[in-house]
C-alpha cells in the first residue's frame, strides 16, 4: 500500500512531450512536497529510426533518410513547444544518424545513472532531456552522454560500468516488461498510485493530475 502518491512516467529521454510537462512536475512538487515521489520507468520510444520513416525517406540513402526524417521530427518538437510552453531549440537538429538509429542509448544511460548514483539519476536525466530539446545535442553519441554525465557529478567510471557490463540493459529490460505488462501503447503515459489506488493517465493538463490527487489523498495536510 503506497502512503505515498507515486507519480510514475512512462517515457523516453528524447521526448519533447515529457520536457513540456516539466512545469506539471515542478507544481505538483510544489503543492505537495515529499509526500509525492516521482519515478521514471523507461520504455524506449525509438528502437530503429527506420520505423518512423516514410516511404519516401527510408527510399533515399540511409544518410539523406536520416537527416529528411531529423528535419521533420524537429518540426514536430517545435509543435509541441505550445503544450506547456517552455522553449525548443531545434537548429541544426541531428538526433539520429546512420550509426545511431536508435534512443536506446538514453534509456540506457538512464538506467546505468540510476545504478551509479540514485541520488543524482533523476538530474541526469532531466539533463538529458534538456540536451535533446534545448542545447539539440546529438544525444544519442556516448560522448554526448558521458559529458552530461560529468556536468551531472556522477562517477562516469562507474556509469560506465554499468552501461556496459550489462546490468543497465537488465534494468531496461525490467522497465520494458513494466510497458507491455500495463498496455502502455503511447508516450508520456502517467501512472498515479496512492494507498490501494493506481490510474493511468495521460494529460497536459495540471488540473486533471490534481484533480484525480485530491480526490484521492486529499489536501497535503491531511494526508497520513
Known sequence: MNEK???????????????????????????????????????????????????????????????????????IYKSEEAIGGLPINMEGFCLFDPEHRTSKPLNLAYKAAQLADTEKADDFLLNLRHATVIDCQPTTHMDVILDVINKTGIDQ??????????????????????TVRLGIRSLPTCLIQYRDKALLMQSFVYEEYRKTIREWAGRIDIID
Do not use: H
Not at 43 to 70: H, Q
Not at 170 to 177: G, I, K, P, R
Open 5 to 75: 502518491i507515486v507519480f510514475t512516467t512512462f517515457t523516453d529521454p528524447m521526448m519533447g512531450l515529457t520536457y513540456e510537462m516539466e512545469p506539471i512536475y515542478d507544481k505538483l512538487k510544489q503543492e505537495y512536497g515529499d509526500q509525492i515521489e516521482f519515478r521514471w520507468v523507461m520504455s524506449l520510444l525509438v528502437k530503429d529510426v527506420s520505423d518512423f520513416m516514410t516511404p519516401r525517406e527510408r527510399a533515399m540513402e540511409p544518410e539523406a533518410g536520416i537527416r529528411a526524417y531529423n528535419a521533420r521530427l524537429a518540426q
Open 157 to 178: 567510471a562507474l556509469f560506465s560500468q554499468y552501461y556496459s557490463d550489462g546490468s543497465a540493459e537488465a534494468a531496461l529490460q525490467s522497465d520494458l516488461a513494466f
